[in-house]
């Protein structure tokens, strides 16, 4: 693997592990399996190139465009709790409605951010007289300090009064209730933060690849739940703090998995083998630890 | 001072299912007093817990607290005054969560929980002290899965939970059945302690006629939704579980067929 093709799967890995925290969240803090991520990752990426096209500082827009997948998050999280639609089938109604959304937002199927402003641009021309490889790597520096400092943040909430109140909501609901947590407010608040997180690194997405495309979503849900269950088998995912490192980790793994796989010809793997890839790999990731255990 | 009054409760309404669970039942708890409660399978002894608590909403009647009329509120908002342990060891605590970190959690119970850190030293050092009182060892286990332990060791750690945070009544879902006999007789003696201890005011539902007698103050027993039965005092004191079982079998008609609450 070049440098170049390294660089680039870190900057995704990191990007997913955005992701992948999002989808830990819901997933295995909340046991809420959410597909709407497929739906706001690209809602992300829409509003934060409607509104740079429209001259909104990228910083502004980006902010924006991880409300929007709150509210995103939010109408699922309704669904289920106030209109009691089970929680996978609440999530697919969001996801398919984001895609109707996403191309009013936008306006077309595709909007490209060339020769736009982005959140990136004014740290890469910071680098820029750097020595080598600084600036071939200055994407993946900035996405390394955002994926990070987000796991910080998301330690710091779990482990919070409220935080330990909404794993307990996902763990033991009627135990909760009876320590007097309201678990729907849990969960609408755990689903809000769980797809502003997908929007906000859809947003990023758009900065560092020139453009929203109303199809970039698919498969958003499986790529977190493939960094969230690779990041398992190499830590302890009954730790916060181990799980949620581990969740970026996976999703760095496997995007170096990836861009090897792409790069042997032996195997002959080309891209548009992508999600067949990851789907088969996630199912095996799935169905090992269940067979090992049995073993022992 | 908690009361019921004309409390019904109707499953299953308008079906060909509909089962009265609970008939125009009224009962007052003075402060402090620990009331067991028998009856036989469908008797209605998990709905009345249920209505306490809130997790079930009464068709008619009314439900206070003191001097609160909670009969509106939640499970989730009760939790402010009600404590419960379930039945089963499982369901009163989370066991991926860590033994202090459910104690935590117990301790904010019906509280505003807020972004600070759920633990800290001072915390730790409080659950140390509080855990060494049950004589379990488990002081030094605080940072241990809740699912490491055992059924008995549960419901203990639960009971302690149901204590941390002040309430004003103590709910006891069959929290000994679950458990083996000597773990039992361990598991009720420190209920009855703590119960003592803090003055609570309690309701403990049970399938043994034998402990519905041993322990607590008064006797009530449930037939189809009602109660047929409240002793307390020097009757109550002089009441073998025979004595119950006859009463029981007079009052209903007929035989009892209840293999649990005749050995029990």
Known sequence: ?296 | MISLDGIQVTFNSRTALETRALNNLSLMIPEGQFVTVIGSNGAGKSTLLNVLSGEIRSDFGTVKIGDLDVTSWDAARRAKLVARVFQNPLMGSCADLTIEENLALAAKRGRARMLKPALDASFRSYCQTQLASLGLGLETRLGDRMGLLSGGQRQAVSLLMATLAPNQMLLLDEHTAALDPKTADYVMGLTDRMVRDRNLTTLMVTHSMKQALIWGDRTIMLHEGQIIFDLSGEARSKLTVADLLQQFEQLQGNQVSDDALLLG
């Not at chain 1, 009013?104 to 951010?113: A, E, Q, T, V």
């Not at chain 1, 109140?165 to 608040?189: H, Y």
């Not at chain 1, 690194?201 to 453009?211: T, V, Y």
Request: charged content about 10%.
């Open chain 1, 1 to 296: 693997m070049n440098i170049v093709a390294f660089s680039g799967a870190l900057e995704l890995g990191f990007l997913y592990g955005l992701v992948a925290l999002g989808v830990y969240l819901s997933f295995r803090v909340l046991d809420f399996p959410d597909l709407t991520v497929d739906g706001s990752f690209p809602l992300g990426a829409a509003v934060v190139a409607a509104l740079i096209v429209k001259g909104i500082p990228p910083l502004i827009a980006t902010g924006l465009a991880a409300g929007a997948g709150a509210i995103a998050g939010l109408c699922t999280a309704t669904l289920n709790v106030k209109f009691k639609i089970l929680n996978l089938l609440a999530s697919i109604l969001t996801m398919i409605a984001l895609y109707s959304i996403n191309l009013r937002i936008m306006g077309r199927p595709n909007l490209p951010l060339l020769n736009q402003p982005t959140l990136f641009q004014p740290i890469n021309d910071l680098l820029k007289s750097w020595p080598e490889p600084i600036p071939t790597f200055g994407n993946t520096l900035i996405l390394a300090i955002i994926a990070l400092s987000t796991k910080l943040i998301f330690d710091w909430f779990l482990q919070s009064e409220i935080g330990l109140a909404m794993r307990a909501t996902g763990a033991n609901p009627a135990m909760a209730r009876a320590q007097g947590i309201s678990t729907s407010a849990m969960v609408m608040l755990g689903m809000a933060i769980a797809n502003s997180l997908a929007a906000f690194a859809g947003a990023l997405f758009a900065q560092l690849n020139g453009g929203a495309d109303v199809s970039m979503g698919i498969g958003t849900i499986i790529f977190g739940l493939a960094a969230v269950i690779g990041g398992e088998t190499v830590f302890n995912r009954l730790s916060i703090v181990q799980a949620t490192i581990g969740a970026i980790v996976g999703s760095i793994l496997y995007r170096i998995v990836i861009a090897i796989a792409l790069q042997a010809d032996v195997l002959e793997i080309q891209s548009q083998d992508l999600n067949l890839v990851t789907a088969v790999l996630v199912a095996i990731a799935l169905v090992l630890p269940n067979k090992l255990r049995i073993k022992n």
